[in-house]
């Protein structure tokens, strides 16, 4: 396994839309791994593949459930909605208000490419949206109404 670098919102991939992945090979295997060893070594919640400048979809998140990995992820439905403060390891400094869903479900394939749906909530489903909008090329912070700075929190 490897960390990877993590590219900031100036690069131009960040606003990329990804490819799906085709191949459930050994190369998806250790993109995976290495993006579960970065996320964890910067103690994030997710990270998508454009993230470390990987144009598949792809993405890994943790809000302390344990790891899901999300191969060409859908969201298949939502509901309900929730306002809180969102960041992301690709825009460090950088903190704001956004409105996601409060549930949804994900339809996705794991690594070997057995498609399985998920139900997210609160955190969990904030960050699954989070991380298929980097995989269209959306950044969060076009979804702020309100920045804040860290240390006013
Ligand atoms: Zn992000």
Redesign the pocket.
């Known amino acids: 396994m490897a960390i990877r670098k993590i590219l900031t919102k100036e690069d131009e991939i960040l606003n990329t839309v990804c490819k799906p992945v085709e191949k459930f090979d050994e190369k998806l295997w250790q993109l995976l791994d290495d993006m579960a060893e970065t996320l964890y070594k910067v103690h994030g919640l997710?990270l998508?593949a454009p993230?470390i400048g990987v144009l598949r979809r792809v993405a890994v998140i943790d809000v302390g459930d344990g790891l899901i990995e999300l191969v060409n992820p859908v969201i298949t439905n939502t509901s309900g909605e929730q306002r809180g403060i969102e960041g992301?390891?690709?825009?460090p400094e950088e903190w704001g208000y956004v409105t996601r869903p409060m549930n949804c479900t994900l339809k996705a394939q794991d690594r070997n490419g057995n498609f399985y749906e998920i139900d997210l909530t609160e955190l969990a489903c904030r960050c699954a949206c989070?991380?298929v909008d980097?995989l269209d090329g959306k950044?969060?912070l076009r979804l702020v109404d309100e920045f804040v700075k860290p240390d006013e929190e």
């Open positions: 997710g998508a993230q992301c390891l690709s825009c989070h991380e980097h950044l969060f």
